[in-house]
């Protein structure tokens, strides 16, 4: 568990909320990872409007809260390091203080419908999502896009040739193998496109997970805060990557994408848009994550060694790369 914040910097919080005091608001708090943070965006923005009057304050993770203000849902976000955050309800009087949790988060970990993400967690929040559904949409900053096209300058790398892919980290059963990645990126320098990496080297909540690099993209892993990686996303022409966050940040920001996906389905993650593809093996244990019974393999490992990761050709992915560049709609 992250250290809670030094007693000066929680003061400072705590004047933040000072507005907040004597008026209707709600609290949600909800901690964890990016994608379930932005997929909860549209239920917020749902639950806004069930109770106009009142002022919503989400809670998060330290490292969501910069992200999580550039959504602009939230009237006011906290990081959940804040010193004396259990008081926040004795002191605002919320209408609502609810924590969101997700089925497969529950011990023991329950079974994960095959449900579209943001709709469970609208559900979770008792609020309704209206058709379309979309993601929250995130306009990064401009002094961050600046900053990132000088970076991008100075790589030698040009915005109309830009493909950012993240491979991981993240649990191991969702990751792609290393030699299909450079399979990939092969196949897209070889086509005249520039290839970023973004990421981190290693995993906050599996110490033995190490992300390697992948050969021939321009390394930026742990480089990146997550305006900034919005603000790199917004300038991609493509963004390739398996079931993690980035991939709900790239829908945010609008760019084409390409989804790879095995233990978890797809149809119940990758954000409702049309310049999304999800692109996944011909396997019949497919999208496990969601069996009778709470998923397993988190914490146990697969018994069929990740074939549903093994099994993407990378063939498939650069065909399906190949359809997005062209602009041309179509299944991988």
């Given at each position: 568990?992250a ?5 000066m ?8 909320l000072?507005?907040?005091i ?9 901690y964890g990872?990016l994608?379930d943070?932005?997929s909860?965006?549209?239920?917020l923005e749902a639950?806004?409007q069930?109770h106009?009057a009142h ?7 330290p490292g ?7 959504a602009?849902?939230a009237?006011?976000v906290l990081?959940?390091t804040?010193?004396?955050?259990g008081?926040l309800a004795?002191v605002?009087?919320?209408?609502l203080?609810?924590t969101?949790?997700?089925a497969?988060e529950?011990e023991?970990?329950g079974q994960r419908r095959?449900?579209l993400l ?8 008792r609020v309704?999502l209206?058709a379309?559904l ?7 900053q401009?002094?961050g896009?600046e900053?990132?096209?000088a970076?991008l300058a100075?790589a030698g ?5 830009l493909?950012v ?10 990751h792609w193998p290393e ?6 990126v092969?196949?897209?320098?070889a ?5 970023i990496?973004t990421?981190a080297?290693?995993?906050?909540g599996?110490?033995e997970v190490?992300?390697?690099?992948v050969?021939?993209?321009?390394d930026w892993?742990?480089?990146l805060?997550?305006?900034e990686l919005?603000?790199l996303?917004?300038?991609?022409r493509l963004f390739v990557?398996?079931?993690s966050?980035p ?6 920001v ?5 989804g ?17 593809t999800?692109?996944?093996a ?5 999208g ?5 019974g ?6 146990s ?5 990740v ?5 993407i050709?990378p063939d498939?992915?650069?065909r399906?790369?190949e359809l997005r560049?062209?602009?041309e709609?179509?299944?991988?």
């Open positions: 568990m250290e809670s914040m030094s007693w910097r929680s003061l400072r919080e705590w004047l933040r000072l507005p907040f004597g008026r209707p608001c709600l609290i949600v708090r909800r990872g994608g943070l932005l909860l965006m549209p239920g639950l806004k069930k106009p002022a919503l304050i989400l809670v998060t993770s969501l809260v910069k992200i999580a203000a550039l602009g849902v009237a006011l990081p959940s804040l010193r004396g955050s008081w004795t605002l009087k919320p209408a203080d609810i969101p949790q997700l497969d529950l023991p970990p095959r449900r943001m709709e469970e967690f609208a559900g979770l929040l309704e209206k379309p979309q993601p929250v949409r995130i306009q990064p401009a002094q896009q900053a990132v096209r970076r100075d790398v040009p915005l109309e040739k493909v892919i993240h491979s991981g980290p993240s649990w191991p059963v969702k030699a299909h990645w450079c399979r990939l092969e196949a897209l320098k086509r005249g496109h520039a290839v990496q990421g080297k290693g995993h906050d599996n110490a190490q992300m390697p690099a050969e021939g993209a321009i892993r742990d480089r805060e997550l305006p919005a603000a996303l917004s300038l991609a990557g398996i079931d966050g991939l709900h940040l790239a829908a945010s609008g760019v084409p994408m390409i790879l996906f095995g233990p978890t389905d797809a149809s119940s993650i990758l954000p409702p848009m049309p310049e999304a999800a692109v996944h011909d396997i019949a244990c497919l496990c994550h969601h069996q009778a709470g998923p397993l393999h988190w914490r490992g697969c018994p069929h060694e074939a549903c990761m093994k099994l050709d498939m992915v650069i399906a790369c560049l062209n602009r709609a179509g299944p991988a």
